[in-house]
DNA sequence: GTATTTGCAAATCATTTGCATAAAC
DNA sequence: GTTTATGCAAATGATTTGCAAATAC
């Protein structure tokens, strides 16, 4: 545990962002629960304890955490961004029926064709059925 | 030209979506100009001439039009989603700089590392500097 | 004739902004 | 002490919704 509170400590250093409770406790909320959290929940999580957020603090927060390379925006999962903590890289899966966001393992990707442009990264989104609702979908099809 | 009316006509039929004059409106202006069009600025687009759509109808037959197939959303790029014909596959490319949505010649994804899940498509998302961008950045480098 | 779709304006949801106060360096 | 971040409430932007009138099958 304050082995985690030491990282994250680190990690703003190294960043160079400027740690500030409230921050800390976006980023702490983000490393300690691997879910692919929305703006509002970080607001609500971080606000069951101190310090609280304001939830233009928690957008603040997220945009600095996010520009220094701390934190991954998912823009592309359904109406509200998500984040997670950018440990390791991975790609994600988002369920066409109930909305689920998983991690899927990093795949590198031929980088021809490209031409002259400078890539920065890049992010993979495959839409389909978790797992779950595959298997709804299927015991539904045999019921008929 | 009668090949290109010909052509949505028959994506209507095979489609199973009922053509209204609006919808039709929507996906002639996207076959047209294989641009990554904003609901916004189709919604312009189409009201320059006949038949005339409100922005919900837009949005109506961008959501009939791509549950069928027949466009593609674009999401994570910028706020507002971007649309474009779903002719042939492919990526996409995003301006940090300048925002420009740029298209990437597909690439195929091996498929191992999803588990039980029902993959409908993927989409890659690019992001960095576009040409532009990048050789005036350099140029700004230059001249410091 | 029945099921869908359209148009409008109002509603909603996610995110941003302006500005005074407070905290970090 | 100066710069930067916070909190609040109001503003903005994108998209959706409810409902009556119109259109497609």
């Known amino acids: 545990m ?50 609280r957020s304001s939830r233009a603090t928690v957008y603040n927060s997220l945009r600095s955490l996010t520009h220094a390379g701390l934190v991954r925006e998912i823009a592309s999962c359904g109406k509200a961004a998500r984040f997670d903590t950018n440990l ?29 442009r400078m890539v920065r990264n890049y992010d993979v989104v495959f839409r389909g059925l978790c797992e779950r609702c595959a298997r709804s979908d299927r015991e539904a099809g045999e019921r008929q």
Chains 1, 2 share one sequence.
């Open 2 to 51: 304050s082995n985690l509170n030491a990282r994250i400590s680190e990690a703003f250093v190294t960043a160079g962002v400027r740690p500030t409770p409230q921050r800390y406790a976006v980023l702490e909320f983000l490393a300690r629960r691997p879910v692919h959290a929305t703006a509002e929940e970080i607001f609500h999580a971080v606000n069951r304890k101190d310090p």
């Open 88 to 116: 390791c890289p991975h790609h994600h899966f988002v369920c066409d029926s109930c909305g689920a966001v998983e991690d899927i393992a990093w795949v590198e990707i031929p980088q021809s064709a490209l031409g002259g």
